[in-house]
């Protein structure tokens, strides 16, 4: 048994002002209140646009992070089977830790960097919008009152 799924769904067009207007309500503008969802939701696309697009850049620099950490183990590996005195040796892998503890924390810092810009953009975008949103309430409120 063969089932078909499909992605795309057709769906007709459908007029809210029109499917609406029998129950006109006075004062109440029906133009007005799809404008303001048509901009909400073009802003809650582009805020997801700015969060994907970070994200994949998070994942990027991870991805990245974690090469350079793999080039440089046998390097790591090879300092830490060089022979010497014990006391040089400890001093050694004391330096060499502690390089690697602070480049780990330095990329840990700029991914938390790039994670905070990706969500800082992306309520940027909502902030704005809610802003606009309640421009428009005042406005169609004002215009109602004239």
């Known amino acids: 048994m063969t089932t078909t799924v499909h992605s795309k769904q057709s769906f ?5 002002s029109k499917a ?4 006109a309500v006075p004062g109440f503008n029906v133009a007005a209140l799809m404008a303001a969802q048509r901009k909400n939701i073009e802003a809650f696309t582009q ?6 697009e970070g994200v994949q850049a998070l ?4 991805v990245e992070l974690t090469r350079e950490a793999l080039d440089e183990a046998p390097d790591f590996f090879r300092e830490l089977s060089q022979p010497g005195a014990p006391q040089d040796k400890l001093a050694k892998n004391a330096e060499l830790a502690k390089t690697s503890f ?3 924390l330095a990329g840990a810092r ?16 909502i902030a704005k919008r809610m802003t606009e949103s309640f421009s428009e309430m005042r406005d169609v409120a004002s215009t109602k009152a004239a």
């Open 12 to 16: 007709p067009e459908f007029d809210v």
């Open 20 to 23: 609406f207007s029998a129950f």
């Open 102 to 104: 602070e480049k780990g």
């Open 47 to 52: 805020a997801n646009q700015l969060a994907m």
């Open 110 to 125: 700029e991914l938390t960097e790039l994670f905070a810009k990706a969500n800082t953009e992306a309520f940027n975008v």
């Open 59 to 62: 994942a990027r620099r991870q």
